[in-house]
């Protein structure tokens, strides 16, 4: 296990477990931005039972609130359709 490690590492830059939660962290990304689910959904479907936990890690991340960043994603649609509208 601990040679699985050192391998790991070292083709890829990060730990097993940092690179799960990478995983993890960027299917929540993807299913916040789709708006169909809440943060708490979000967390629970991508594999965290604790959503203040999920939360940390996410802004630790993405340096953004998983709140903020479905805000962020919402402007981004809305900015679209008025756009496309114009054209």
């Known amino acids: ?4 490690r050192k391998i790991f590492k ?6 097993p ?3 799960i939660m990478n995983l ?3 299917f929540a990304y ?8 809440t943060v708490s959904e979000a967390a629970h479907k991508s594999g965290f039972e604790d959503t203040k936990y999920f ?3 996410f802004k630790k991340k993405y340096n953004i609130g998983p709140k903020q960043a479905q805000l962020n994603f919402n402007s981004l649609i809305s ?3 008025t ?3 114009e054209v």
Do not use: D, M
Not at 1 to 4: D, G, L, N, Q, S
Not at 30 to 37: E, P
């Open 1 to 4: 296990e601990a040679y699985f």
């Open 79 to 81: 900015e679209r359709k």
């Open 17 to 19: 477990q940092q690179y």
């Open 10 to 15: 070292k083709i890829n830059g990060i730990s």
């Open 55 to 57: 939360t940390r890690a």
């Open 30 to 37: 993807h299913l916040l931005g789709s708006n169909l689910y």
């Open 83 to 85: 756009v496309e509208k």
């Open 24 to 26: 993890k962290l960027e």
